[in-house]
């Protein structure tokens, strides 16, 4: 009888924690292997100004854990104060949404070993980046060169470098636009739209628009898009 007593205790503790969770609450969790101190923020953008949304204090373990719950994916910041003086390279950005999510990293390359699972908005997120480092590495070699000092003075060279410039930049647009039109069912596409290409022919804007999936048109980024194309 004590026995039961106790499972019929435990098991109600159990279902009131679960159902503090709805559909709508993202779990994220993992390790910043080698923190033994530092504080890590939780922060996202709701409007235009960037909010912390929880924080924690590790002190001795690189563990963590944040809840929160969202409306719909967008992206979250995970900043890390290792109490150095110094943001560099102290912040992750990530696709959230609804659902576990596990981020595991190292706290002397916090951002650049990070590696994040659970959010198929973010596999989007990393696939697109991945390409667009590629137009943003020829876009320095592009510039180093028109700061060449051989380069400076010489008119036909920097008429060339111009119109390498113009070109990749083009190459970049094309992409990200394409990117967006062939992801319409993922919350990237209105994302991209509205924070990498924002500047674009309307007429492209539209169309990504125009294929979104409903609930991708509901979303954060959809509705923002919406608007901005109505404004």
Same mark, same amino acid.
């Given at each position: =009888?004590?026995? #039961? ?8 503790? =159990? ?10 609450? =993202? ?91 659970? +959010?198929?908005?973010?596999?989007? #997120? ?82 990504? =628009?125009?294929?979104? +999936? ?18």
């Amino acid at each position: =009888m004590k026995n #039961l007593f106790l499972y019929l205790l435990v098991f109600t503790f =159990m279902v009131a924690c679960s159902e503090k969770e709805t559909k709508n609450t =993202m779990t994220i969790s993992g390790q910043v292997k080698g923190l033994k101190k530092g504080k890590l923020y939780l922060q996202h953008i709701p409007d235009s100004v960037l909010k912390v949304i929880d924080s924690l204090e590790i002190d001795g373990d690189g563990h963590f854990e944040f809840k929160t719950e969202i409306e719909s994916p967008e992206i979250f910041y995970l900043y890390l104060d290792k109490k150095d003086f110094n943001e560099v390279n102290d912040r992750i950005t990530f696709f959230g949404e609804p659902g576990v999510i596990t981020l595991n990293t190292v706290w002397n390359a916090f951002d650049t070993k990070a590696k994040i699972d659970g +959010s198929e908005s973010n596999k989007k #997120l990393e696939e697109y980046r991945k390409v667009m480092s590629r137009f943003n590495k020829t876009n320095l070699e592009i510039l180093q060169a028109a700061y060449d000092p051989e380069n400076v003075n010489d008119s036909l060279k920097m008429d060339s470098i111009q119109r390498a410039s113009d070109k990749n930049m083009k190459r970049g647009y094309v992409f990200a636009l394409n990117f967006a039109l062939n992801n319409s069912n993922s919350h990237i596409a209105p994302y991209i739209a509205v924070k990498e290409v924002k500047d674009a022919n309307r007429v492209y804007l539209d169309s990504i =628009m125009n294929t979104l +999936s409903p609930e991708v048109a509901n979303g954060k980024y959809g509705k923002e898009l919406q608007t901005f194309l109505e404004n």
